[in-house]
């Protein structure tokens, strides 16, 4: 096959049980141009490039390369014919090495041998050319999000893609890995690749796309060069009407401390300390913000307050009574919302059904169940009605919950989190892949509930949403808190050398 | 006892202990192939039973051990399809359809037996080898050089499938179809095809575990001849840890417990053998309990794959 020079989707239509996510769609990507392809969770993207990939079938459509039809039934199909994808959720075997990730798409000469040696002396040079920074003999299981990223990306330079779809590839990365994924996107266009670059932060996408195709709800609906929009269209256009992000009233009263951590000490998994003597205080009534480069500890803070992580040293005091190492039941009981990372594993049971994983905390307790038995009508009026207040796309109540898109799981965790009404919520990087209309509306909800006296602590590394929304900004920085200010005294140049763990006037 | 005689017991439990472990590993180095691309077969002891009458009944009627022994592997093979069928196409509970397979296996060998031979017949049974000097060493000669060809077979089978498993590029799709069969698909690899291979490939090795029990090690056939073997093999694939060698030291282990057991009962003493029996059984569990491992397990084990649904 020659080099892709150009892709076609024509007229895409696929159906799945209950929704169409793709109606009569196209979509076209020359070689060495970045094509955004933008829409509200749920609006069908992952799907369509999911077929471009070989993984669905369509119903109906074509898809043309270099003005030939092609079929593209599997996704072996797709890598011969140089289409390389990094997906959503990625595509990797955590318990192989990154070489034997990659070995895995080789035909190798001989059946009864593989030269390993070989593919990694490859992966080197691939790596050394592009920047990419990747030791091929460590196990998937051992590397962050950003590694694994650059995993994908091997995987897909290592087999000659031409055309690359990027899907949400922004979403966990860090500020700085982000900057650096996309100079390294300038540089592989140069040389003509042609890539589709899916995302919901729209000053990325003004950043580094030529064109942009929006998708609502599985239709195309817009199409333009970058140069002829702005973002404030481009939200528009995916929500199909106006998105304005909510202003934030300061407040300056804020009620009694809720949640009080007194020198705490952790270990992260491997046994090294995660947490080195943490003290944080967080009131009723207010946001504190952890700004921080993922990986500093946060996740260990979040968990420890949870009760999902020991501590080894120092105190967690929730509504004054100590909740150190206490079971997460208990801290659940006790009034805490937890909205966690990582949204499919940790925060829903994906084989569930939409309606299980919203009563999940409160099967057992009534008017959900009566003596011992569920009440399935309230429980289908309570999930209804849930779903409908936000927004959580889906075809119904019954859905099993992986079937969702990624910003709708997002959507459902936070509505059972927040219908709780608990006292107090840790947030973990609530916004991750959610669309910018949904951005508007779970910030308004935070905003909301902490108006309604809750404490919340919100972890992420999205300044502006930091500075929007805290009344207080902690800065972590290797595994302890640097600062703490309030946010009418910060900046982003301020937080950004903070978080790089300079910390002005000292030292 | 004096000294001479319990070096002597030794080496009577461990020829003995080398001699029996081969039809489990033949049963369980199959079953861990099969479970190491996401397939829990559960039917081993069925298609032991089925294997261990074919080789039989072919031995015995047309006098041929090694028309036996080929006619059990290709049956094992079809039974291996069976399920691969109604587990990977089908998407079966794997629990249950192996349980399946168990029942017919053990109820179509009983039945032929039956139809075709009805009473105790016994055969020769597969040689042991003599190999030359080797076999008349002292002590290691007993021990590891008189033993019949399938024995050298089934252990020589634990570095091939290491090597198999670790060392080819089949093996390696092999590890991630069981882990991750979505990222394994997405790299061009047919799950469903390396899922009927393994599931096959593991049926054809239990069929030549139970061919090994009727024509090699009691030389005739009986109803309750596997007796729980089969079982014992799924056991061993978790202690084992899904490896090769893992599997050789648990097959050794229980052999080992197993013979040691057996002296005891017939050496007179009064405990209870009820007891005794546990003991072999006991160890396993015990070591099972003690022993945890990342990554050992293959994560889908037991889920069937489809490739429009995300999970
Ligand atoms: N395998 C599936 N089975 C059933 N429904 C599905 C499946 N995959 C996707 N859907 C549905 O198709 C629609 C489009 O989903 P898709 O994942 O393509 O959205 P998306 O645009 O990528 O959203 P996001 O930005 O949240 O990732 C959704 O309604 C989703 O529930
Ligand atoms: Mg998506």
Redesign the pocket.
């Known amino acids: 096959m020659d080099k892709i020079k150009s892709l076609e989707m024509v007229n895409i239509t696929k159906k799945?049980?209950g929704?169409i996510?793709n109606k009569d769609v196209h979509l076209k990507v020359e070689s060495g141009e970045v094509l955004a392809l933008l829409?509200e969770?749920?609006?069908?993207?992952?799907?369509?490039m999911n077929i471009l990939y070989g993984l669905y079938h369509p119903n109906s459509g074509r898809i043309l390369i270099n003005d030939q039809e092609v079929k593209i039934d599997s996704p072996k199909k797709a890598l011969d014919l140089g289409i390389g994808m990094v997906h959503?959720h990625f595509m990797l075997v955590p318990s192989l090495t990154v070489t034997e990730n990659v070995a895995l798409g080789i035909k190798f000469k001989s059946k009864f041998s593989m030269d390993l040696d070989n593919v990694a002396q490859k992966i080197k040079l691939l790596s050394k050319k592009h920047d990419l920074n990747i030791d091929s003999s460590l196990l998937i299981s051992d590397l962050s999000v950003g590694e694994r990223q650059k995993v994908e990306i091997i995987k897909a330079l290592y087999f000659n893609a031409n055309i690359l779809v990027l899907d949400?590839p922004t979403a966990a990365l860090t500020p700085q890995e982000t900057d650096d994924l996309i100079k390294w996107l300038r540089s592989v266009i140069k040389e003509g690749m042609g890539v589709i670059f899916i995302s919901?932060k729209l000053n990325e996408v003004m950043n580094v796309s030529d064109r942009v195709e929006v998708l609502r709800n599985g239709k195309n609906v817009f199409s333009t060069p970058i140069s002829k929009t702005n973002i404030n269209q481009l939200a528009r256009k995916m929500a199909g009407h106006d998105v304005e992000l909510p202003t934030v009233e300061r407040k300056n009263k804020f009620g009694n401390t809720i949640i009080e951590l007194e020198n705490v000490w952790a270990k992260n998994e491997r046994g090294l300390d995660a947490l080195r003597g943490v003290n944080l205080t967080i009131r009723k009534g207010e946001i504190l913000g952890i700004a921080g480069v993922s990986g500093n500890g946060q996740k260990e803070l979040a968990e420890s307050i949870t009760g999902l992580q020991k501590i080894y040293k120092g105190d967690i005091r929730f509504k004054g009574e100590s909740i150190a190492n206490k079971s997460v039941q208990s801290i659940i009981d006790k009034g805490m919302g937890y909205i966690p990372e990582d949204r499919l594993h940790m925060g829903t049971i994906p084989g569930f059904k939409v309606k299980e994983n919203l009563i999940l905390k409160d099967y057992l307790r009534s008017p959900f169940s009566k003596i011992f038995l569920l009440d399935r009508t309230y429980i289908k009026d309570y999930c209804k009605s849930t779903v409908d207040e936000y927004d959580v796309?889906?075809?119904n109540i019954n859905t099993p919950t992986h079937?969702?898109?990624?910003?709708?799981i997002q959507k459902l965790i936070l509505s059972r989190e927040l219908k709780r009404e608990p006292d107090a919520l840790v947030a973990s990087y609530p916004i991750r892949?959610v669309?910018i209309a949904a951005v508007q509306y779970i910030h308004e909800k935070l905003l909301e509930a902490r108006d309604n006296d809750m404490g919340i602590l919100l972890i992420t590394e999205e300044l502006d949403e930091l500075i929007n929304l805290s009344d207080r900004i902690a800065v972590i920085y290797e595994d302890q808190i640097l600062d703490v200010i309030d946010t009418a005294e910060a900046d982003k140049s301020k937080l950004g050398l903070l978080m790089a763990g300079i910390k002005e006037g000292s030292r | 006892m004096a000294i001479n005689e319990i070096l002597n017991l030794i080496l009577r439990i461990l020829t003995v202990a080398i001699a029996v472990s081969a039809p489990y590993l033949f049963a369980a180095i199959g079953e861990m192939f099969s479970q190491k691309s996401g397939v829990l077969n559960l039917g081993v002891e069925g298609i032991m039973m089925l294997g261990a009458f074919v080789a039989f009944y072919f031995a015995w009627a047309y006098e041929s051990i090694l028309l036996g022994i080929i006619l059990a592997v290709f049956v094992g093979a079809l039974m291996g399809l069976l399920m691969s069928f109604v587990s990977v196409t089908l998407k079966a509970k794997q629990g249950i359809s192996g349980i399946g397979l168990y029942m017919f296996g053990w109820g179509v060998a009983g039945t032929l037996f039956r139809l075709f031979i009805g009473g105790v017949e016994d055969i020769a049974g597969l040689p042991n080898l003599h190999l030359g000097f080797l076999s008349e060493l002292p002590i290691l000669g007993k021990l590891l050089f008189s033993h019949n060809i399938l024995v050298y077979l089934a252990f020589l089978l634990v570095p091939i499938s290491w090597y198999v498993l670790y060392k080819t590029s089949w093996g390696l799709k092999v590890r991630a179809v069981g882990s991750t069969p979505r990222a394994a698909d997405t790299m061009g690899t047919n799950v469903n095809k390396i899922r009927y291979q393994c599931v096959i490939l593991g049926s054809m090795l239990a069929a030549l575990g139970g061919a090994y029990l009727s024509v090699a090690q009691a030389n005739m056939f009986a109803n309750d001849l596997v007796a729980g073997r089969g079982f014992i093999a799924v056991a061993l694939v978790y202690f084992g840890r899904w490896k090769p060698f893992g599997i050789l030291k648990g097959a050794m282990l229980f052999s080992i417990a197993n013979g040691f057991q057996r002296w005891y009962q017939i050496s007179g003493s009064t405990f209870p053998y009820e007891v005794t029996v546990i003991f072999p059984y006991l160890l396993i569990i015990i070591v099972l309990a003690l022993s945890h491992e990342k990554f050992a397990e293959p994560t889908a084990l037991t889920v069937p794959y489809d490739r429009?649904?995300?999970g």
């Open positions: 799945f049980p929704v996510a829409g969770n749920g609006a069908g993207k992952t799907t369509l959503q949400e919901h796309r889906c075809p079937a969702l898109s990624g910003g709708n892949g669309d | 429009e649904f995300k």
